[in-house]
């Protein structure tokens, strides 16, 4: 079997891993961040997001997203972006997850809080930032301790650089105090 062969089916097989929250009506489809071989269409001119680049024009990768400012969604220049810029972006904000959701792409975060009025607290945290942006994410609490972040630009229907943004300062939030301590794993057992 030829090499495009393999690497196809090793596309294919990556992309179709798709998971539904439980009680969701809609499915996702996680995309593997992993994925070897990305037959994305190249970002054109159309589709190019409002990033920064550098001096050879190619979308700059290194820059910070705690610096950025959200722009207003109405704004005209912002577009959605392809799935490949959106997985470049995604090694800045590496704790987040790139989903589809009924055809759109999303970002995803979940936490484990350590009771109901924890979560509640997280989300004024979180409100708080957003309102400072004018960009505001999808909160979910769930099985009463589990926050679940998704974000996308509802005006575009897709990724822009302000979910990234916004990403990034939900993730700079200093909450250790509400989260639930993770249990260590028991070492493996030689047997
Ligand atoms: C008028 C207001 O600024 C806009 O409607 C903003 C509010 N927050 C938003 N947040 C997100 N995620 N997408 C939007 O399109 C959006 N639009």
């Given at each position: 079997?030829s090499?495009i062969?393999l690497?196809?089916?090793s596309?294919?097989?990556?992309?179709?891993?798709?998971i539904a929250?439980?009680g969701d009506a809609?499915?996702?489809?996680r995309?593997?961040?992993t994925?070897?071989l990305?037959?994305?269409?190249?970002?054109?001119?159309?589709?190019t997001?409002?990033?920064?680049?550098?001096?050879?024009?190619?979308v700059e990768?290194?820059?910070?997203?705690?610096?950025q400012?959200?722009v207003?969604c109405?704004?005209k220049?912002l577009?959605?972006?392809?799935e490949?810029?959106?997985?470049t972006?995604?090694?800045?904000?590496p704790?987040?997850?790139l989903?589809?959701?009924?055809?759109?792409?999303?970002?995803?975060?979940?936490?484990?809080?350590?009771?109901?009025?924890?979560?509640?607290?997280?989300?004024?945290?979180?409100?708080?930032?957003?309102?400072?942006e004018?960009?505001h994410p999808?909160l979910?609490?769930?099985?009463w301790?589990?926050v679940?972040v998704?974000i996308?630009?509802?005006s575009?229907g897709?990724?822009?650089?302000?979910?990234f943004?916004?990403a990034?300062?939900?993730?700079a939030?200093?909450?250790?105090?509400?989260?639930?301590?993770?249990?260590p794993k028991?070492p493996?057992?030689e047997?």
């Amino acid at each position: 079997m030829s090499e495009i062969m393999l690497c196809l089916i090793s596309w294919v097989s990556a992309q179709g891993r798709g998971i539904a929250l439980r009680g969701d009506a809609f499915r996702q489809r996680r995309i593997c961040k992993t994925t070897r071989l990305q037959f994305i269409a190249p970002m054109s001119a159309s589709q190019t997001t409002n990033a920064p680049r550098d001096h050879e024009g190619d979308v700059e990768r290194e820059f910070s997203l705690l610096k950025q400012k959200c722009v207003p969604c109405s704004s005209k220049e912002l577009r959605p972006m392809t799935e490949g810029v959106a997985k470049t972006l995604l090694s800045q904000i590496p704790e987040w997850e790139l989903l589809e959701i009924d055809g759109k792409l999303q970002l995803q975060r979940r936490w484990k809080l350590k009771n109901f009025m924890k979560g509640l607290e997280f989300f004024k945290n979180i409100a708080d930032v957003a309102e400072s942006e004018g960009h505001h994410p999808d909160l979910h609490l769930v099985g009463w301790n589990n926050v679940i972040v998704n974000i996308f630009t509802h005006s575009t229907g897709g990724l822009t650089e302000n979910d990234f943004i916004l990403a990034a300062k939900i993730s700079a939030l200093d909450c250790k105090e509400l989260m639930r301590k993770s249990i260590p794993k028991a070492p493996a057992v030689e047997s």
